[in-house]
């Protein structure tokens, strides 16, 4: 067990481009997670999967920021027009639905 | 809305003592679960608890099964590779639930 990938694990952006970062949850699980880890706001929960379906993006940014989950096997969130402030560790997670959650490495996104 | 309460924000120990992180919640919640960050940053999971006291080594965590509104983890006989940032999260009962609500953090420096 691999656990969970995430790719990939550092990413430099030139501002006004997009970003693309990709999670590969551990096999079998059902629930996928985003993350956000900053300084500042610490960890910030972005948005969840059940079953690939979305159940809640309450944290996400209501602009530019969109997350995808096409296959049971992996996920990606995508920030279109990157801005300086959008410099943080993202972080994705699985988890049997209700069970304990276990976190990939995290991508370091740096907007510059 | 829901918050956890995470204390102390740092604590430094000396090799071969003992002592508790704490995190209080503001409602009751379904579980909870303790991670170590390491320096690269990477959140280990250390206890997922619904309820009940969970043992591993020299860490300890409990939630209260009562009220449901703390946990703590006990750490006994710190050794230097306990060094790093312990987070507790927390899930609640309402919403979509499975979104862990992340404390700030305690930063851990065990000291020869």
């Known amino acids: 067990n691999a656990g969970v990938i995430q790719t990939p694990r550092h990413k430099v952006t030139g501002k006004g481009q997009e970003a693309t970062l990709w999670c590969e949850p551990i096999?079998?699980?059902?629930?996928v997670f985003w993350y956000r880890q900053t300084i500042v706001q610490g960890l910030e929960f972005l948005t969840y999967f059940r079953n690939q379906a979305p159940i809640d993006d309450s944290g996400m940014p209501k602009e530019r920021f969109s997350a995808q989950m096409p296959n049971q096997s992996h996920s990606t969130l995508k920030i279109q027009s990157t801005q300086p402030q959008d410099s943080a560790v993202y972080l994705c997670?699985?988890?049997?639905?209700?069970?304990?959650?276990?976190f990939g490495k995290g991508t370091r996104l740096t907007v510059v | 809305g829901d918050q956890v309460e995470q204390s102390p924000s740092a604590l430094s120990l000396h090799e071969g003592t003992d002592s508790a992180l704490r995190c209080n919640f503001t409602?009751?919640?379904?579980?909870v679960q303790w991670f170590r960050q390491n320096s690269r940053g990477s959140l280990i999971s250390l206890f997922y608890l619904a309820s009940g006291t969970k043992e591993n080594g020299r860490l300890k965590s409990a939630f209260d099964s009562k009220e449901r509104r703390y946990s703590t983890l006990h750490i006994r006989d710190a050794q230097l590779e306990d060094s790093g940032t312990y987070f507790c999260a927390a899930e609640d009962y309402g919403g979509s639930g499975n979104k862990l609500i992340f404390g700030t953090g305690t930063l851990l420096s065990v000291k020869p």
């Open positions: 096999s079998g699980h059902s629930a």
């Open positions: 997670a699985s988890s049997l639905t209700g069970m304990e959650v276990f």
């Open positions: 409602t009751t919640m379904r579980s």
